[in-house]
Structures are given as C-alpha cells and as structure tokens.
C-alpha cells in the first residue's frame, strides 16, 4: 500500500505562483502512475496533471503551460509547479496513486490511493 502526504497549499494572488509537494510511502516507485486532482466547493473532482514512473505527463487543457508535474523516484516524492494562477484554480489540491500498471490518465475513478489535500485559494 501507498500513503501520500500533499503540502505547500496556501493563499496567492492571481498570476503568483505555488508549488505543491507529495510525500509517498510503502514502495511508490511501483506506482506507474501519479497525478493531482482538485475539487472546488460544489464541483466534481479534477483531474490537473499525471505523470507515469518514467516521465511521461498528461495535463488538462486549462493548466497546460502553466503547472509542471514532476515526480522524484529516489525521492518518493511527486511535486506540482503552479504559475499564472488564476481564481479559477481555487480549490483543495490532492496528491493520487494508480497501481494499474500500464495506463495513465486524469479519470478520478481509476486512481487507488488518495493523499488528504492541501487548501489553495487564488485570491
């Protein structure tokens, strides 16, 4: 099993820019694939951007050339590098692990593991 641990939410203006970590434990570097989810109040969950163990990433069109997914293997560790943040992108931000091994993508329901969120508001 996978625990993951998001930090580095908070309170920016708009265009600022954040940088969200994640903190995996229990032998990560078996999760092919890792992502961020968002939800806003009253709205579904998200997904922002996934990355596979070796490097391929996927982002959703309204934060593509804005945010940059990363993920340290040696480091357990998955990162998020928001900038140009717009309103739009308040929300509590999650941290998530698929054990599948061969597929990666940005649908929720196919995600096994769930860090608790960390709270970013554009404001």
């Known amino acids: 099993q996978v625990q993951l641990v998001e930090s580095g939410g908070g309170l920016v203006q708009p265009g600022g820019s954040l940088r969200l970590s994640c903190a995996a434990s229990?032998?990560?570097?078996?999760?092919?694939?890792m992502g961020w989810f968002r939800q806003a109040p009253g709205k579904e969950r998200e997904g922002i951007a996934a990355?596979?163990?070796?490097?391929?990433?996927y982002y959703r069109d309204s934060v593509r050339g804005r945010f940059t997914i990363s993920r340290d293997n040696a480091m357990n560790s998955l990162y998020l590098q928001m900038n140009s943040l717009k309103p739009d992108d308040t929300g509590v931000y999650y941290c998530?692990?698929?054990?599948?091994?061969?597929?990666?993508?940005?649908?929720?329901?196919?995600?096994?593991?769930w860090g608790q969120g960390t709270q970013v508001t554009v404001s």
């Open positions: 998530a692990a698929d054990f599948s091994p061969s597929a990666c993508t940005l649908v929720a329901g196919r995600f096994d593991a």
């Open positions: 229990g032998n990560p570097y078996s999760v092919y694939c």
């Open positions: 990355v596979t163990r070796y490097g391929s990433t």
